[in-house]
């Protein structure tokens, strides 16, 4: 009669979480996040370019003044803080400059 043998477990990972191990891992997480933060401030300048002329007190909208006040005012502020971003370098990096 065989006795069955217990697998060995495998030995845990060197790292927890989502530290980079190497250079390639570094450009690659770098790169992930500056081209999503590219995306985020196109996005985020697109509906601030919508809002502007755009009565949302207004069918089919219906907000109050004070509500579109502060939609417009958290999106526009939004909007001049990542234009006043120096991108020479987030250019750089994802290969646009």
Do not use: C
Not at 11 to 29: F, H, I, K, M, Q
């Amino acid at each position: 009669m065989t006795v069955p043998v217990e697998p060995i477990p495998p030995t845990p990972p060197e790292t927890v979480g989502t530290a980079p191990r190497s250079a390639a891992e570094v450009n690659g997480l770098v790169g992930l996040h500056l081209k999503d933060f590219l995306r985020i401030k196109t996005i985020i300048n697109q509906d601030a370019a919508w809002l502007a002329p755009t009565l949302l007190t207004d069918p089919p909208y219906y907000f109050t003044s004070e509500q579109e006040t502060l939609i417009k005012s958290a999106i526009n502020d939004l909007d001049t803080a990542l234009d006043g971003i120096d991108m020479t370098f987030i250019s750089r990096l994802v290969g646009m400059g």
